[in-house]
């Protein structure tokens, strides 16, 4: 996957991180240290940091910011799954397997690794299993823009040539939440496909 999809489907995931973080859902034993990571941990304005930059491009930065959030904070899921986005996005593959295995055996169900873990088996080419881990992150509570994780899924399929399936998840954020950018996306698709008329008509949508 190349770098400029990496920066754009992080992009889609910032709203699953911001609404986590603030969240006030009950503690379970699924969740309960993500939830006091996320909570309490020092590391989280890091981990903030090195995804702004990451977004940015700014992946020195972002290294560092990472590095940081594992520094103070080694048990935090999402530090190791922010690490782990941002190895990956500079080459270092095995660092990014790595951090992303740890992440997973911190918390499976944390909407901010699934979505990040998303990403990295999409880039890999292992569109089922990526599909998965973004629909587990739009199904996830802590999750309160659950169109961004379907969004990014169907980004995925898309640049991997699925234009039936990337239409398939398109449209299942289009109808939680059918935003300009969700809009534009399922006619890119649907025009694609030569769905001509159905394209013009999600389009009309934006203008009205």
Known sequence: MTNHLFQFLSILLVSVVLTACQTTAPVTSDNAASMHYIANSPARVYIALAQAYSQKGQLDSAMSNADKAISIDPANPRAHAIFAHVSERLGDYGAATRHFE???????????????????????????????????????????????????????????????MARARYRRAYEINGTPQIVRALARVEKKLGNRRESRRLLRQIDE
């Open 102 to 164: 740890k992440a997973r055996a911190l918390t499976a169900t944390d909407p901010f690794v699934q979505g990040f873990y998303g990403l990295h088996l999409c880039g890999k080419g292992h569109y089922a299993a990526a599909d998965r881990e973004f629909a587990m992150a739009s199904a996830s509570h802590l999750n309160k823009t659950p169109e961004t994780a379907w969004l990014s899924a169907g980004s995925c399929y898309e640049q991997a040539g699925d234009a039936e």
